[in-house]
Each structure stands twice: as structure tokens, then as C-alpha cells.
């Protein structure tokens, strides 16, 4: 089995569709790594059910409508 090399911006072949399908693939697999590790933080802190969706549906207050608040901008 060949080693694959490992694709960067500086090194990949823009030109090239396949280097450029490969360096797709390495990204996503490892956006995919830090999306499943962000799942499984919200799941350990009970933000998330068994089946991934949100626990908590309501705003903080002062993220409601209405709400007086201050972005300090």
C-alpha cells in the first residue's frame, strides 16, 4: 500500500483534480474529527439528547426579543 502524502495548501496541485480531491478529503475528515469532538463536549455537558439535537430551546434573556443589552460596541 503506497503512502499517501499529506496535502497542504502550500503543496497541493491546484491544477491537478485529483490532488485537489484528495486535499478536499483530508479536509473534511478532519473538520469531521473536531465536529464529532464538539458533539461529544455538548453531549458530556447535557446540551445534547442521545440523538444530537439541542436540550435547551430557550434564549437567555438577553438574547430574547425586546431584551435590553449592550454588545459594548
Known amino acids: 500500500m503506497p503512502i ?3 496535502l497542504a ?3 497541493v ?3 491537478d483534480e485529483r ?3 484528495a486535499f478536499d ?3 473534511v475528515t ?3 474529527v ?3 469532538a464538539e458533539g461529544d463536549e455538548l453531549g458530556r455537558k447535557g446540551l445534547l439528547d442521545g ?3 439541542l436540550r435547551v430551546q430557550e434564549l437567555p434573556a438577553d438574547m430574547k426579543e425586546g431584551a435590553d443589552r449592550d454588545f459594548g460596541g
Open 25 to 27: 478529503d483530508q479536509v
Open 9 to 11: 495548501i502550500e503543496n
Open 4 to 6: 499517501a502524502k499529506r
Open 30 to 32: 478532519a473538520g469531521m
Open 51 to 53: 440523538k444530537g439535537n
Open 34 to 36: 473536531h465536529v464529532r
Open 13 to 15: 496541485n491546484l491544477d
Open 19 to 21: 490532488d485537489m480531491d
